[in-house]
T-cell receptor, first 113, second 114 residues
Framework: GENVEQHPSTLSVQEGDSAVIKCTYS??????FPWYKQELGKGPQLIID?????GEKKDQRIAVTLNKTAKHFSLHITETQPEDSAVYFC????????????FGRGTSLIVHP | EAGVAQSPRYKIIEKRQSVAFWCNPI?????LYWYQQILGQGPKLLIQ????????DSQLPKDRFSAERLKGVDSTLKIQPAKLEDSAVYLC????????????FGPGTRLLVL
């Protein structure tokens, strides 16, 4: 089955700095890669996703890049703010009629004011 | 629109006891998922329903876990009997159709087995 590795497990940055979280996946057939943000006591919330037919996607301060050859994808957050502090999860999913993602172990991002 | 509702939010039980969790998905969402999230890990899918039918339950420990979605709306997840290693957050999520659709997660039920 699919295996998703996520690094780092903890990331501490100063407000205004950029943050980068990296994930690798094992199943070359995976073609959909969402990123989730989980705040304390809440369920994960989708913040951005990318499909295998594109290499990069941006949404304001958030961007995701995908390298299919190397089987890795990354989340980039620019101009970080204290409210970005949360646990971020990457996931990978195979094509098919049903969407069943495999999640990474998560990255705890701490943004210091 | 109202989000995914789950209850209870917290549950403490002793090992070998039974426990049940309830989920009410977003109105109109055909697909419902139950995940187990152990502390420090990402969510792991337990079971996926499409309407009232099971799509995938390959990672559900069927000797002790069961789930149902009888009318294709609400769902319950049961553990009987519970083990210490079942301590986790149980997340319910729903999506409109399941095929690459955004999943919306509920707040989860935090279970502690003593």
């Amino acid at each position: 089955g699919e295996n998703v590795e996520q690094h780092p497990s903890t990331l501490s940055v100063q407000e205004g700095d950029s943050a980068v979280i990296k994930c690798t996946y094992s199943d070359s057939a995976s073609n959909y890669f969402p990123w989730y943000k989980q705040e304390l006591g809440k369920g994960p919330q989708l913040i951005i996703d990318i499909r295998s037919n594109v290499g990069e996607k941006k949404d304001q301060r958030i961007a995701v890049t995908l390298n299919k050859t190397a089987k890795h994808f990354s989340l980039h957050i620019t101009e970080t703010q204290p409210e970005d502090s949360a646990v971020y999860f990457c996931a990978a999913s195979r094509p098919g009629g049903s969407y069943i993602p495999t999640f990474g172990r998560g990255t705890s991002l701490i943004v210091h004011p | 629109e109202a989000g995914v509702a789950q209850s209870p939010r917290y549950k403490i039980i002793e090992k070998r006891q039974s426990v049940a969790f309830w989920c009410n998905p977003i109105s109109g969402h055909a697909t419902l998922y139950w995940y187990q999230q152990i502390l420090g890990q990402g969510p792991k899918l337990l079971i996926q329903f499409q309407n009232n039918g099971v799509v995938d339950d390959s990672q559900l420990p069927k000797d002790r876990f069961s789930a149902e979605r009888l009318k294709g709306v609400d769902s319950t997840l049961k553990i009987q009997p519970a083990k210490l290693e079942d301590s986790a957050v149980y997340l319910c999520a729903s999506s409109f159709s399941g095929a690459k659709e955004t999943q919306y997660f509920g707040p989860g039920t935090r279970l502690l087995v003593l």
